[in-house]
């Protein structure tokens, strides 16, 4: 809502917002860094770098939506194509990660700020009138059918516990009987 506020109520083009909130995500980056020397989420240990995180994770919804609108209605790609081309953005990171190297941490915000327009070119191709290019599902049903897969990878994590960090970090961090009982 931050990018389409912005948007509609304050009369800014998707250029400026697309602009604002990459500004406002670097800044962040920027500010967490130098706080923390890390952008790491697998340490996230106390709740300035989570308050961090979770601000990255709001100025990414906001970037993505932003962009997003930018290149479905500006750039008048529109919300199927603007999806391909943020899917096989998404492998830069991936492949970069592989084949040459980049940073783990990098190569993670990168996909992950990238999945946000993703995601919402998804979203509105599902959701929004046919006149405007979508498939007119309402954005009510798009909400309920993407929250299903939501919901089991959630309970899947919950159950299996897949999600959590097993290493060396971990077990530095617990005292000396509970490192011993986690080897």
Not at 20 to 28: E, F, R, S
Not at 38 to 53: D, K
Not at 64 to 93: E, H, N, Q, R, Y
């Amino acid at each position: 809502m931050a990018a389409d506020g912005l948007h509609i109520l304050v009369h800014l083009p998707y250029t400026v917002t697309t602009a604002l909130y990459g500004i406002v995500l670097a800044a962040i980056f920027l500010a967490w860094y130098a706080s923390e020397r890390t952008l790491s989420i697998h340490s996230i240990t106390s709740c300035r770098r989570e308050a961090f995180y979770w601000a990255a994770v709001m100025a990414t919804f906001a970037l993505g939506t932003a962009l997003g609108d930018l290149t479905a209605f500006t750039m008048k790609i529109g919300f199927f194509s603007s999806a391909v081309i943020f899917l096989v953005l998404i492998a830069v990171p991936a492949v970069s990660y592989r084949r040459l190297a980049m940073n783990s941490v990098l190569a993670f915000w990168f996909a992950y700020t990238l999945t946000r327009p993703l995601g919402a070119s998804i979203a509105d191709r599902l959701g929004v009138p046919a006149s405007i290019g979508g498939l007119a599902w309402g954005r009510g049903v798009v909400a309920l059918v993407l929250t299903v897969p939501i919901l089991i990878a959630v309970v899947y994590m919950a159950v299996t516990h897949v999600d959590v960090a097993r290493g060396p970090q971990v077990l530095a961090d617990q005292p000396a009987r509970a490192r011993h009982r986690a080897v």
